[in-house]
C-alpha cells in the first residue's frame, strides 16, 4: 500500500492561555512526499508536538491547511497510526489484547476474523523479535519491549501514515540503537510515510530521507535536508563519510541559531 502524500501550508498555532497567546508554530509549510521518512528535529519547546497533533487531526491549526492525499483535514484520518513516547498499553490487557484494541474499536469481530487477526498480531511481534509474548501482560516486559508492542499496535491496521513523537525517547542507549533497526525493518516491509520526531540528529540522519530542522518557538523551519545515503541502511552506514557531513550539517544550523554552544 503506498503511504500518504501530506501538504503542510502555511501552518500556525496558536495558544490562548491564562497568561496570555502562546504562538508555537509559525507558518511552516512542508510538502511530504508518498512512502517518505521525515524527521524532525529541534530545541525543546519549538512545537514538534503540536506539528504532529495537528497532523494526527488531534488539534486544529489556527493558522493555514493541511491535506493528506489532497483532502483537507478537519480531524482524525483513518490510515494514520501515531507511537508516543509513552508506550501507553492497559495494564490489564495483554500483549495480543493491546496490539488488537485499535481494531477492535473500530471493528465487530467474527470467529473467523478475530482468529486472523490474532495471526497477523502473531506476525507482527515475531517481526520486532517478541514471538511468544502474546499473552504476557505490560508489567511483563521491558521498557523497549513495551514500545515495540505500541509499534505493533500502530501497524495492525496497515497504516499508511505512521507517526512517531519521540519513541525512542525513554530507552537505553542500546535498547535504542536496535530499535532503529527494527523500525528501518518495518519501514522497508510497510512503505507508508513516516513522521518521525526526535532529539537525536544522528537518529534523525541515519533513519530519513529528509530531515526538518525547526527554529526555537515560534517552531519554524530551518532547514529541510535532503539526506544522501543509499538504502537499505545498516549499520555500516552509520561510519559513512556522508553520515557524518549530515550530522554536522545539522548541528551547525543549532550553532548558528545558538542552540548548540561551547563553553
Ligand atoms: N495545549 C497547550 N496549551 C498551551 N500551550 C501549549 C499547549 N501545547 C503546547 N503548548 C506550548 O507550545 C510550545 C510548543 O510545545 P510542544 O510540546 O509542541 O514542543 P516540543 O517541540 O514538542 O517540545 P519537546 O521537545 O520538549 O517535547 C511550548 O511552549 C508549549 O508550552
Known sequence: MAGKTIAIQNV?????????VVQALSKVSLNIESSSFVSVVGPSG?????????????????????????????????????????????????????????????NRLNRKQLAEQKRKTNELLSMVGLDGFGDKYPFELSGGMKQRVSICRALIQNPSLLMMDEPFGALDALTREQMMYDLLKIYT??????????????????????????????????????????????????THPKFFEHVREIREVFQSQGILTEV
Open 46 to 106: 519549538c512545537g514538534k508536538s503540536t506539528l504532529m497533533n495537528l497532523l494526527a487531526g488531534l488539534d486544529q491549526p489556527t493558522g493555514g491547511t493541511i491535506e493528506m492525499d489532497g483532502s483537507t483535514m478537519n480531524g482524525p484520518q483513518s490510515g494514520n497510526a501515531v507511537v508516543f513516547q509513552k508506550d501507553l498499553l492497559l495494564e490489564w490487557r495483554t500483549v495480543q489484547g493491546n496490539i488488537l484494541l485499535p481494531y477492535e474499536l473500530e
Open 189 to 238: 516491509k510497510y512503505k507508508c510515510t513516516i513522521i518521525f520526531i526526535t532529539h537525536s540528529i544522528e537518529e534523525a540522519v541515519f533513519l530519513s530521507d529528509r530531515v526538518i530542522v525547526m527554529s526555537p518557538r515560534p517552531g519554524s523551519i530551518l532547514k529541510d535536508i535532503s539526506i544522501q545515503l543509499e538504502r537499505p541502511r545498516s549499520m555500516e552506514t552509520r
Open 12 to 20: 500556525e498555532k496558536k495558544f490562548e492561555t491564562r497568561t496570555g
